[in-house]
């Protein structure tokens, strides 16, 4: 452990940038999950109800049931460790974590878990990675949860079970839990709570901070694109990830439905925005600046769950610290391609040795990683 202090503190005299400024970046997560994530063959994602790719929420039972088919269908993950891994799961808490455990950006999570053990999983993975859950509300229920099936391609398939889990309210947000925030994060899956988003919006917007927004998922374009819509030509969201199936979906009834169409239309309404295409890279557009970035092409894919995550905690480190766009892309897609190594949206402690590794390879601004957990 001594050795990699060492080592990680000589990276970061390459280039370092000091530690994160005292302003949080605040993420709202109304239900907290726990995944369940496995790599399986392909006769089991047969079975399952749903496009493949996606994330349709399954009933309770659908759950259970996918969960006890899957010890019979895992495979083997080149990465070795357990057949099933179980942490702390969702789009914003995959993001912030990335963010407060290997960037060194002070976050706080704005949510709700259960009072079980699943609840009590999630609040201690989040701590891991020292991520302030002072804003977590604790109600009496089951915590929400997800099994992520991955094929032997690296692709994802997630299921969420949400039907009895707790969740946070519209009506139980307050100023305070935005308080302090330079950046308020949101994620499409939100639209499930009535006005959530909303009022999220109003109260950030109340507090001066800018708010991000990703799309989540090409099924949550398709159910709530009017209100999609509705809330970016309000002008309140200041940056928006983007998919290429969400971007399709967005654009569906557009004579161009590309990337480069999407990209240009999302410009039209937020002042960042970016169209991650996962193995070539990305695209993003800054007021007129438009730059296009490839990925990674060292890293090994077991597993593409979170990979947007934490494309999405790079490019945010990279905004919260003033970058140019060009280098918040670059450290977007080193943070992507660090969690796609392993099963699950967190990063390992060796993955994250590996991105600091590709940063310092590509003269890319380190953070001050004697704060980082280790």
């Known amino acids: 452990m001594g050795a990699d202090r060492l080592v990680l503190e000589e990276e970061a005299k390459h280039g370092a940038i000091p530690s994160s400024p005292p302003s949080l970046i605040v993420g709202l997560q109304p239900v907290a999950l726990v995944d369940h994530v496995a790599r399986v063959d392909w006769s089991l994602l047969a079975e399952v109800p749903g496009e493949r790719g996606g994330s349709m929420r399954v009933t309770s039972h659908e759950l259970d049931r996918i969960l006890a088919e899957v010890n019979l269908h895992v495979i083997q993950s080149p990465a070795g460790g357990n057949a099933i891994r179980r942490l702390a799961g969702g ?120 708010v991000s927004m990703d799309f989540a998922s090409f099924e949550v374009v398709r159910s709530f694109r009017n209100r999609l819509l509705k809330l970016l030509k309000s002008r309140m969201v200041d940056l928006c990830f983007v998919n290429e199936d969400e971007a399709r979906e967005l654009m569906r009834d557009q004579s161009q439905a590309g990337p480069e169409a999407a990209l240009e239309f999302l410009s039209c309404y937020c002042t960042t925005a970016v169209v991650m295409l996962g193995s070539k890279g990305c695209i993003a557009r800054r007021n007129n600046e438009v730059v296009s970035v490839p990925a990674l092409q060292n890293a090994r894919a077991v597993d593409t769950t979170g990979a947007g995550d934490l494309f999405a905690s790079g490019f945010l480190y990279g905004m919260l610290h003033e970058l140019p766009l060009d280098t918040c892309c670059k450290i977007g897609c080193c943070t992507g391609a660090a969690v796609v190594q392993d099963l699950g949206g967190e990063i390992g402690l060796e993955n994250w040795h590996w991105m600091y590794q590709q940063m310092k390879a590509r003269d890319l601004p380190l953070p001050d990683t004697t704060r980082v957990l280790i």
């Open 91 to 210: 789009s914003v808490a995959n993001t912030i974590r990335g963010l407060a455990g290997g960037l060194g950006v002070n976050c706080a999570i704005v949510g709700t878990r259960g009072d079980d053990e699943q609840g009590a999983m999630f609040a201690t993975n989040m701590q891991h990675s020292k991520v302030d859950l002072s804003r977590l509300r604790v109600k009496a229920g089951p915590t929400g949860q997800c099994v992520c099936l991955v094929d032997a391609e690296g692709n994802r398939t997630m299921r969420p079970c949400l039907s009895d889990a707790v969740r946070l309210q519209a009506d139980e947000l307050t100023r305070e839990d935005f308080r302090g925030a330079k950046w308020v994060l949101l994620n499409g899956y939100g639209f499930y709570g009535a006005e959530l988003v909303e009022k999220t919006m109003d109260l950030a917007k109340l507090e001066g901070a800018l």
